[in-house]
């Protein structure tokens, strides 16, 4: 079984947050002690985020491997659904380690679907009695797994256009330019960490100019991502020279300056980053 996904559990920020929201709501109307999220892996089912209403039955983080997951009987099942009055007395989930291993009765699962109609996992509730789920309670939690299938796609777009936005453009070999546009968020900051940083070990990068003429300041606040990423690269041997300081920019710089402590080269623009270098560039002989 492949997993299509990209992400890291972690990275389902919208996903996680928005369950957890539900978690309440869901555990008020099916009267139930816990309700979990799962995201299927290649070969186990991981919590993603649960609530447990008194003590904690299914903790975040929890794994167990697909062939013994009560998960696998919702996603082969033909509804997309399973559900136990007492799964310790059920001939197929008795037999499962995890049943002993939770101490649980009452269980209602539904199949997790993208809105490609993929399989992403489960939404879960169970409860340590005995429940008596009935079709329009089944009903209710898919309506509920379909709310967490448009977030879901949420976050896989967002995965796609943090992705992308990170534009890293080679100069010349050793040479190469990060042009920030935009606002920079917790998310995108360390995707710009992550992917500079990998591009400049496996590039063999000398020098990074890091062109801040696109970025937008929020609320008067400086990205520190900047400066823990020249940090970064001075680590990895690896020089930095900023440009593209907009007024925005120096202004915030006066008051805090963060810039003017970095051990780094700034010149106004990429053609004076490159000279800095020695590295001129020339216009084509026109014939």
Request: hydrophobic share 40%; glycine share 6%.
């Amino acid at each position: 079984m492949s997993n299509e996904y990209n992400l890291a559990s972690s990275e389902y920020h919208s996903l996680i947050s928005t369950s957890k929201k539900l978690f309440h709501s869901i555990s008020k109307h099916l009267n139930v002690q816990t309700a979990y999220v799962t995201r299927r892996g290649d070969d186990a089912m991981t919590v993603l985020s649960s609530y447990n209403e008194k003590e904690e039955i299914i903790p975040e983080g929890y794994s167990v491997k697909y062939g013994d997951t009560y998960c696998r009987l919702i996603i082969m099942n033909e509804n997309n659904e399973m559900h136990k009055f007492n799964l310790a007395e059920d001939a197929i989930t008795k037999e499962l380690e995890v049943t002993s291993q939770l101490g649980v009765k009452g269980f209602l699962g539904v199949t997790l679907r993208d809105l490609q109609g993929d399989v992403f996992g489960t939404l879960c509730v169970m409860d340590k009695e005995e429940k008596n789920f009935c079709q329009s309670d089944i009903e209710y939690l898919q309506s509920m797994a379909d709310i967490l299938s448009y977030i879901l796609d949420l976050d896989q777009t967002k995965f796609n256009m943090n992705y992308l936005s990170v534009p890293i453009i080679p100069i010349t070999e050793g040479i190469a330019c990060l042009s920030i546009q935009g606002v920079i968020d917790e998310i995108r900051a360390d995707k710009i960490i992550n992917k500079v940083l990998e591009y400049g070990s496996s590039h063999d990068t000398e020098y990074f100019i890091i062109d801040l003429s696109g970025l937008l300041i929020l609320d008067g606040i400086f990205p520190s991502v900047f400066i823990n990423l020249v940090k970064s690269l001075k680590v990895m041997g690896i020089e930095s020279i900023l440009t593209g300081i907009t007024p925005d920019i120096a202004i915030h710089e006066k008051d805090n300056g963060q810039l003017s402590q970095l051990p780094i080269v700034k010149v106004r623009n990429l053609e004076s980053a490159l000279k800095y270098i020695g590295f001129n560039l020339t216009e084509a002989p026109t014939h």
